[in-house]
């Protein structure tokens, strides 16, 4: 006689090896995906390789005119903005991260501020460059001159303010679901103990979330390195390498994303274009060390 | 199972819509893609056109590199762009094409220097000041064209485009011509090494930061800064004249001795009427054209509408803020019109 419990379970099993099936292929779809990316920007930037070689990645000129290119203003432009922003929006999202997953986690409040904070990822990056442009330089400006650089408005500092309140949901919101996972526990028998709010934060939720917070951290570092609209209508779109720290920072500058943006579709000829993709492989290899890096450190402060 | 079904539904509707769009867009579709520039001009001319007739045309303003490069594809029956072929893309074309125009446009300087309401440059000291060696507005340079205007003693702000551009090519071509130092130092692209100044993207980038900043100077289409209302100056011809730039002495500067291929650089003109910072824009077809499975019929029909472009279409360009052809730009391009091909025969 036939077991029909035995049939339906052959039917599961089929099943369970078809989802994992499905399962891996998508997971090496992706990997397929990244290594295609890699492939074609390597292949498509072979000319520039081939005529500037090595130079190209502390040239300091980049003249379309003449043919020579160097991406080091750029990479320079793309490190120093993503990093300023960074360091600006850090405080934010921490303090966003423990008040609303500590001190604030339930009610009316709390809900509006964790949408409203979300709701700043939605917002299209071409209306940030817009806002920078029209609301941010002319205050910019007025700053500038007060503190006596030259009152261009527009320049590093500025497209990095931009930046930060871009990327704080990114580090904020990971932050804030992070904190509300701590068990409650561990908080529970340091209150008992006698400790104090802060000294909560400080002994316990800080160790145990530690690693977490500063993954956030790394997504937004890697959203600020990519950021292409608002930058480029931010930033001033010079090639020139600045003299002093202080014209490097409050001074006009480029990025890697934002002149591929801005001279792609014109690039009219062969080593151009080249080299406008090859551009995007060394934004691409920047992108990776850092996560590198990034990962190094979770590893390291992550001891339990 | 329901999601899996709708997704299925919504895969047969979209392959479904590709096959009637690909299914209408060969018989009586003409493609074409470039400058961004002419846009508005094609799209008023093209939409009248096929009123008229049974033709759609269905152009794309992606910029004139990436017209010039579709061209190259054979993906377009025509491209749009604001600078001849240069030497790399002939090459990859590797066929003769035709450089019909089709309008011209200027690119004027604009500025924004508090209490300053006229202003006239020659183009030298405009280069000059684009090197970053003029850097007052109240130096001598700008002084001595200047009599009788009240130049405040203010730092200039350079603004240039940051993308690349048809609009950066023209002006670039311009101070090429005029400036040695600039010709030597810079020269003309569609993106330059700038030596100096802010760059915004498009020409609302520039117009933007020119606008905002005291003491800016920038350059924009003639077409943009009319209807922006924007300050701009009177720049100093090859004749010397202080030319005020508007659609007739932009039309004046192609109406003189033009080459039978009309791949000219009409900055600096000899005309004394026209103003020096202008340029054509043009379409660009196979001067023969039959390639791949092409049809006599649709070399007609592509034909056929650039002509009506070169004539009742022109009638369109002024209310747009764009300068017409003049009279021998017409003859010229009449010319190249007929001197398009299909397998070795004239089409017109």
Same mark, same amino acid.
């Given at each position: 006689?036939?077991?029909?419990?035995?049939?339906?379970?052959?039917?599961?099993?089929?099943?369970?090896?078809? =989802?994992?099936? *499905?399962?891996?292929?998508?997971?090496?779809? +992706?990997? @397929?995906?990244?290594?295609? *990316?890699?492939? #074609?920007?390597?292949?498509?930037?072979?000319?520039?390789?081939?005529?500037?070689?090595?130079? =190209?990645?502390?040239?300091? !000129?980049?003249? %379309?005119?003449?043919?020579?290119?160097?991406?080091?203003?750029?990479?320079?432009?793309?490190?120093?903005?993503?990093?300023?922003?960074? $360091?600006?929006?850090?405080? =934010?999202?921490?303090?966003?991260? *423990?008040?609303?997953?500590?001190?604030?986690?339930?009610?009316?409040?709390?809900?509006?501020?964790?949408?409203?904070?979300?709701?700043?990822? &939605?917002? %299209?990056?071409?209306?940030?460059?817009?806002?920078?442009?029209? @609301?941010?330089?002319?205050? +910019?400006?007025?700053?500038?001159?007060?503190?006596? !650089?030259?009152?261009?408005? +527009?320049?590093?500092? #500025?497209?990095?303010?931009?930046?930060?309140?871009?990327?704080?949901?990114?580090?904020?919101?990971?932050?804030?679901?992070?904190?509300?996972?701590?068990?409650?526990?561990?908080?529970?028998?340091?209150?008992?103990?006698?400790? #104090?709010?802060?000294? @909560? $934060?400080?002994? !316990?939720?800080?160790?145990?979330?530690?690693?977490?917070?500063?993954?956030?951290?790394?997504?937004?570092?890697?959203?600020?390195?990519?950021?292409?609209?608002?930058? #480029?209508?931010?930033?001033?779109?010079?090639?020139?390498?600045?003299?002093? $720290?202080?014209?490097?920072?409050?001074?006009?500058?480029?990025?890697? &994303?934002? @002149?591929?943006?801005?001279?792609?579709?014109?690039?009219?000829?062969?080593?151009?274009?080249?080299?406008?993709?090859?551009?995007?492989?060394?934004?691409?290899?920047?992108?990776?060390? $850092?996560?590198?890096?990034?990962?190094?450190?979770?590893?390291? =402060?992550?001891?339990? | 199972?329901?999601?899996?079904?709708?997704?299925?539904?919504?895969?047969?509707?979209?392959?479904?819509?590709?096959?009637?769009?690909?299914?209408?867009?060969?018989?009586?579709?003409?493609?074409?893609?470039?400058?961004?520039?002419?846009?508005?001009?094609?799209?008023?001319?093209?939409?009248?056109?096929?009123?008229?007739?049974?033709?759609?045309?269905?152009?794309?303003?992606?910029?004139?590199?990436?017209? /010039?490069?579709?061209?190259?594809?054979?993906?377009?029956?025509?491209?749009?762009?604001?600078?001849?072929?240069?030497?790399?893309?002939?090459?990859?074309?590797?066929?003769?094409?035709?450089?019909?125009?089709?309008?011209?446009?200027?690119?004027?300087?604009?500025?924004?220097?508090?209490?300053?309401?006229?202003?006239?440059?020659?183009?030298?000291?405009?280069?000059?000041?684009?090197?970053?060696?003029?850097?007052?507005?109240?130096?001598?340079?700008?002084?001595?064209?200047?009599?009788?205007?009240?130049?405040?003693?203010?730092?200039?702000?350079?603004?240039?485009?940051?993308?690349?551009?048809?609009?950066?090519?023209?002006?670039?071509?311009?101070?090429?011509?005029?400036?040695?130092?600039?010709?030597?130092?810079?020269?003309?692209?569609?993106?330059?090494?700038?030596?100096?100044?802010?760059?915004?993207?498009?020409?609302?980038?520039?117009?933007?930061?020119?606008?905002?900043?005291?003491?800016?100077?920038?350059?924009?289409?003639?077409?943009?800064?009319?209807?922006?209302?924007?300050?701009?100056?009177?720049?100093?011809?090859?004749?010397?004249?202080? /030319?005020?730039?508007?659609?007739?002495?932009?039309?004046?500067?192609?109406?003189?001795?033009?080459?039978?291929?009309?791949?000219?650089?009409?900055?600096?003109?000899?005309?004394?009427?026209?103003?020096?910072?202008?340029?054509?824009?043009?379409?660009?077809?196979?001067?023969?054209?039959?390639?791949?499975?092409?049809?006599?019929?649709?070399?007609?029909?592509?034909?056929?509408?650039?002509?009506?472009?070169?004539?009742?279409?022109?009638?369109?360009?002024?209310?747009?803020?764009?300068?017409?052809?003049?009279?021998?730009?017409?003859?010229?391009?009449?010319?190249?019109?007929?001197?398009?091909?299909?397998?070795?025969?004239?089409?017109?």
């Amino acid at each position: 006689m036939k077991n029909k419990r035995l049939d339906l379970s052959y039917s599961q099993m089929k099943w369970e090896t078809i =989802f994992k099936q *499905i399962l891996k292929i998508m997971s090496v779809l +992706i990997l @397929v995906l990244v290594a295609g *990316i890699l492939i #074609t920007l390597i292949v498509e930037s072979m000319p520039s390789i081939k005529s500037l070689g090595i130079k =190209f990645l502390w040239g300091k !000129v980049w003249d %379309p005119v003449q043919n020579i290119y160097g991406a080091y203003p750029f990479l320079v432009g793309t490190l120093l903005t993503s990093f300023i922003a960074l $360091i600006i929006s850090i405080p =934010f999202s921490y303090a966003i991260s *423990i008040y609303l997953g500590e001190y604030n986690p339930k009610g009316w409040l709390s809900n509006l501020l964790k949408n409203t904070i979300e709701l700043i990822a &939605a917002v %299209p990056s071409i209306i940030y460059g817009f806002w920078g442009l029209f @609301v941010l330089v002319p205050l +910019i400006r007025t700053f500038e001159m007060k503190i006596g !650089v030259a009152p261009y408005g +527009i320049g590093v500092f #500025t497209s990095s303010l931009v930046l930060a309140v871009m990327i704080i949901p990114y580090a904020a919101s990971l932050g804030i679901s992070l904190i509300r996972m701590v068990p409650s526990p561990l908080k529970e028998g340091a209150y008992a103990l006698g400790a #104090t709010h802060f000294e @909560v $934060i400080r002994s !316990v939720i800080m160790p145990y979330t530690r690693s977490g917070l500063f993954a956030g951290v790394l997504l937004s570092l890697g959203r600020a390195l990519g950021e292409t609209m608002a930058v #480029t209508m931010l930033i001033g779109n010079t090639s020139a390498v600045a003299n002093t $720290i202080k014209d490097a920072i409050f001074g006009p500058g480029n990025t890697m &994303a934002s @002149v591929i943006a801005n001279e792609f579709t014109e690039a009219d000829h062969t080593v151009y274009l080249s080299a406008l993709i090859e551009l995007g492989l060394v934004l691409f290899f920047v992108t990776v060390i $850092i996560n590198l890096i990034g990962k190094r450190i979770i590893t390291k =402060f992550t001891n339990y | 199972m329901k999601v899996i079904k709708s997704l299925q539904l919504a895969v047969v509707a979209i392959a479904a819509s590709c096959i009637t769009l690909s299914a209408s867009a060969q018989e009586n579709t003409l493609l074409g893609a470039g400058s961004t520039f002419v846009y508005p001009l094609f799209s008023k001319i093209f939409a009248e056109y096929s009123q008229k007739h049974d033709v759609k045309v269905n152009y794309q303003s992606i910029g004139s590199g990436g017209g /010039i490069l579709q061209l190259t594809n054979k993906t377009v029956d025509f491209g749009g762009s604001d600078a001849p072929l240069n030497a790399d893309q002939s090459k990859k074309i590797g066929v003769p094409v035709l450089h019909i125009p089709m309008a011209s446009g200027a690119v004027v300087v604009t500025y924004n220097v508090p209490g300053v309401g006229a202003l006239k440059l020659t183009g030298k000291d405009l280069a000059d000041i684009y090197l970053g060696k003029i850097t007052k507005w109240n130096s001598g340079e700008i002084a001595a064209t200047n009599k009788g205007v009240k130049l405040p003693d203010m730092p200039i702000v350079v603004i240039h485009r940051s993308d690349g551009s048809g609009t950066s090519f023209i002006f670039t071509d311009y101070l090429t011509k005029v400036n040695p130092e600039w010709a030597s130092k810079v020269g003309k692209a569609s993106a330059v090494n700038w030596p100096t100044g802010l760059g915004g993207k498009g020409n609302e980038g520039v117009a933007g930061l020119v606008k905002q900043t005291p003491g800016a100077i920038g350059y924009n289409e003639l077409a943009y800064a009319i209807q922006n209302k924007m300050e701009y100056a009177d720049v100093q011809n090859k004749a010397g004249k202080f /030319i005020k730039p508007t659609l007739e002495t932009t039309t004046a500067s192609s109406n003189v001795e033009l080459p039978a291929n009309a791949e000219v650089s009409l900055t600096n003109t000899d005309n004394p009427k026209g103003y020096p910072i202008t340029s054509f824009t043009w379409a660009l077809i196979y001067k023969d054209q039959k390639y791949g499975d092409r049809s006599a019929a649709r070399a007609k029909m592509l034909l056929d509408l650039l002509w009506y472009n070169i004539h009742d279409g022109q009638k369109n360009c002024a209310p747009l803020n764009y300068a017409p052809l003049s009279k021998s730009a017409l003859k010229v391009a009449e010319k190249i019109l007929k001197s398009a091909t299909y397998d070795g025969k004239a089409i017109l």
